[in-house]
């Protein structure tokens, strides 16, 4: 199984700073046939279910504000908020589709400093 | 617009079974998958498995293999996950996504509560 771990555990930011959070898989996520990164990223608030917000690294969700982005290599992948706003506190979940069975980062927890 | 719309609460005891359903909408159900999460009070995600609604193949978690059956019926538009021989440590708010790769819609979530 593709273990992803990511970092840190939880994180408080400023509103209007950059938060960044790390996720990194145990082996390559990236597809050499398609050069696609099997890895997305969710947001999830409490009582919610999970919302996609990257899929392929770095393609954004429709609708998903352009403050998230996502960038990264084949196995270190990083989400980032530009500018953090207060209705992005949430948990945020990295996940690689590469194989079965799919697997979720642990979770890292974003609040407000 | 895509809507998946579970089930309702359910409350077994140890060793029995469960059946989730979840009804989409807004979209054409044969063209993508659905895939199952479950996830414990104040835990992470955990991907139980999925099914190729066009053509019923399924694939599971090595955890779940033999305890877990997921089915489609394309005539409603509703997918089924049924969870057997359960124990406490099935207590959990299981999802279903839509899903071919990764899963962009979810829907409410149906909370399983496994208790004598």
């Known amino acids: 199984d593709i273990v992803m771990t990511q970092s840190p555990d939880s994180l408080a930011v400023s509103l209007g700073e950059r938060a960044t959070i790390n996720c990194k898989s145990s082996q390559s996520v990236l597809y050499s046939s398609n050069n696609k990164k099997y890895l997305a990223w969710y947001q999830q608030k409490p009582g919610q279910p999970p919302k996609l917000l990257i899929y392929?690294?770095?393609t954004r969700e429709s609708g998903v504000p352009d403050r998230f982005s996502g960038s990264g290599s084949g196995t270190d992948f990083t989400l980032t908020i530009s500018s953090l706003q207060a209705e992005d506190v949430a948990v945020y979940y990295c996940?690689?589709?590469?194989?079965?069975?799919?697997?979720f980062g642990q979770g890292t927890r974003l609040e407000i400093k | 617009q895509v809507h998946l719309v579970q089930s309702g609460p359910e409350v077994k005891k140890p060793g029995a079974s469960v059946k989730v359903s979840c009804k989409a909408s807004?979209?054409?159900?044969?063209?993508?998958?659905i895939s199952w999460v479950r996830q414990a009070p104040g835990q992470g995600l955990e991907w139980m498995g999925w099914?190729?609604?066009?053509?019923?193949?399924?694939k599971y978690a090595q955890k779940l293999q033999g305890r877990v059956t997921m089915t489609t019926d394309t005539s409603t538009s509703t997918a089924y996950m049924e969870l057997r021989s359960l124990i406490s440590d099935d207590t959990a708010m299981y999802y279903c996504?839509?899903?071919?790769?990764?899963?962009?819609?979810w829907g409410q979530g149906t909370l399983v509560t496994v208790s004598s």
């Open positions: 807004g979209y054409s159900f044969t063209t993508y998958g």
């Open positions: 099914i190729s609604v066009y053509n019923g193949n399924t």
């Open positions: 392929w690294a770095s």
């Open positions: 996504a839509r899903s071919e790769a990764f899963h962009d819609f």
């Open positions: 996940q690689q589709y590469y194989s079965n069975p799919i697997t």
